[in-house]
């Protein structure tokens, strides 16, 4: 049965900082990675979803990489904002379209 | 894109109530999924559909029943509510296919049973 890992479990920066998430997870053979973010109370908003025949996918600050045969992936937050603040959540899709979803990072981005 | 919504935001009820919770998702997907998150566990599968009036348990399916009429809407049916089904409950969907497709989730209702 797949596993997820999200270490570490909160993580507290001061502004201006990058940052690196990182998520290992023990079944290689998944079809995709995706990173989400949820704010205190509310849903889940995608950030990036890195397909498994990619290593890597960028949105703006943001750079999720995939490594299946090491089973790791990492979200990099380029120059962090407190808008940052949040937990953000790495789910692994296995075959049936089954997710397994990690603990979550929660992170705090001081001003 | 894909829009995925729930019919409430917040719900309070008490114990013993039969409580709805609606999903509606307007690209078409074949599947949908209702999920429950709680703090220190994550975010669990609890059933999900992959066509009309089809439905599959996932990991925690004691106390909830489904339903799937039309294609565009699933709904979470706690037909007793109890204090443990306080909680978040998110809604997703996607795709059908030998691949595993991208689900797209809803905002998600909170729900506290008193």
């Known amino acids: 049965k797949q596993e997820v890992t999200q270490i570490p479990a909160a993580l507290s920066v001061p502004e201006g900082e990058n940052l690196v998430l990182n998520c290992s997870f023990t079944?290689?053979?998944?079809?995709?990675l995706q990173w989400f973010r949820q704010d205190p109370g509310k849903g889940l908003t995608s950030l990036l979803l890195?397909?498994?025949?990619?290593r890597e996918q960028t949105s703006g600050r943001l750079n999720a990489s995939l490594d299946k045969s090491s089973g790791r992936s990492t979200l990099y937050i380029a120059a962090s904002q407190p808008g940052d603040s949040a937990t953000y959540l790495c789910?692994?899709?296995?075959?049936?379209?089954?997710?397994?979803f990690g603990g979550g990072t929660r992170l705090m981005v001081k001003p | 894109d894909v829009k995925v919504t729930q019919s409430s935001r917040y719900l309070v009820k008490r114990t013993g109530e039969k409580v709805f919770l609606e999903c509606v998702q307007d690209?078409?997907?074949?599947?949908m999924f209702w999920y429950r998150q709680d703090p220190g566990l994550g975010l669990r599968l609890i059933y999900f559909?992959?066509?009309?009036?089809?439905?599959e348990k996932g990991d925690i399916p004691e106390g909830y029943s489904v339903s799937r009429e039309k294609k565009e809407r699933f709904s979470l049916i706690l037909e007793s509510a109890s204090t443990n089904q306080t909680s978040m409950y998110l809604c997703?969907?996607?795709?059908?296919?030998?691949?595993?497709?991208?689900?797209?989730f809803g905002p998600g209702t909170r729900l506290t049973v008193t």
């Open positions: 997703a969907s996607s795709l059908w296919g030998a691949s595993s497709y991208e689900q797209y």
């Open positions: 079944d290689s053979a998944i079809y995709n």
């Open positions: 890195i397909q498994s025949s990619q």
């Open positions: 789910v692994a899709y296995n075959a049936g379209n089954m997710l397994t």
């Open positions: 690209m078409d997907h074949e599947n």
């Open positions: 559909s992959y066509d009309v009036k089809m439905k």
